[in-house]
T-cell receptor
Framework: DADVTQTPRNRITKTGKRIMLECSQT?????MYWYRQDPGLGLRLIYY???????NKGEISDGYSVSRQAQAKFSLSLESAIPNQTALYFC???????????FGSGTRLTVV | AQSVTQLGSHVSVSEGALVLLRCNYS??????LFWYVQYPNQGLQLLLK??????LVKGINGFEAEFKKSETSFHLTKPSAHMSDAAEYFC????????????FGGGTRVLVKP
């Protein structure tokens, strides 16, 4: 099994719908992150969590919310999806020591 | 705040030729620096990282990068490109003043010609 698992892998949804993307990890890392990837823009941080009781906004949090259900689980929600949220979403984890991230395989989300 | 600039969103190289991907960063504290690779339909995989110590860092698949503080650069190289190197490459800097969050560059897509 993968160290960081994202579900679903692909999703098409309609404008205005609520959608949740899920992430679970077996790395035992305290820190988890949600990024979105858009062509030419690299990866931009949406939300991050340094432990179960710590949630922080990233640079592009508007229109998104998160929940850290357990050390191993971190979900991202789009309360009312809009077309410009069409992107590739990545979950990542890291240890406290800053050695870099472990990424999931991504969720490709299309909002029509 | 940290920032990362990757020069060239697309690079085309011939098989066997040198691969050079450029990365410049800004950071208010001594940085940790990373290169990640993304193959089609996959997540990002760590190629190499610089934290402290030797400024020339060797990674997987024959890649290496050199940290040059005076130039605020961390360019990625590979002496001889292989077809399997076709991918997108991301440079990232760690915000050590804010819990080591990573800030990524815009990415460079590498095309390898036979």
């Amino acid at each position: 099994d993968a160290d960081v698992t994202q579900t679903p892998r692909n999703r098409i949804t309609k404008t205005g719908k609520r959608i949740m993307l899920e992430c679970s990890q077996t790395k035992g890392h305290d820190r988890m992150y949600w990024y979105r990837q858009d062509p030419g823009l690299g990866l931009r941080l949406i939300y991050y969590s340094f432990d179960v009781k710590d949630i922080n906004k990233g640079e592009i949090s508007d229109g998104y919310s998160v929940s850290r259900q357990a050390q191993a689980k971190f979900s991202l929600s789009l309360e009312s999806a809009i077309p410009n949220q069409t992107a590739l979403y990545f979950c990542a984890t890291s240890a406290r020591t800053g050695g870099g991230y472990t990424f999931g395989s991504g969720t490709r989300l299309t909002v029509v | 705040a940290q920032s990362v600039t990757q020069l060239g969103s697309h690079v085309s190289v011939s098989e066997g030729a040198l691969v050079l991907l450029r990365c410049n960063y800004s950071s208010s504290v001594p940085p940790y620096l990373f290169w990640y690779v993304q193959y089609p339909n996959q997540g990002l995989q760590l190629l190499l990282k610089y934290t402290t110590g030797a400024t020339l860092v060797k990674g997987i698949n024959g890649f290496e990068a050199e940290f040059k503080k005076s130039e605020t650069s961390f360019h990625l190289t590979k002496p001889s490109a292989h077809m399997s190197d076709a991918a997108e490459y991301f440079c990232a800097v760690s915000d050590r003043a804010a819990g080591n969050k990573l800030t990524f560059g815009g990415g460079t897509r590498v095309l390898v010609k036979p």
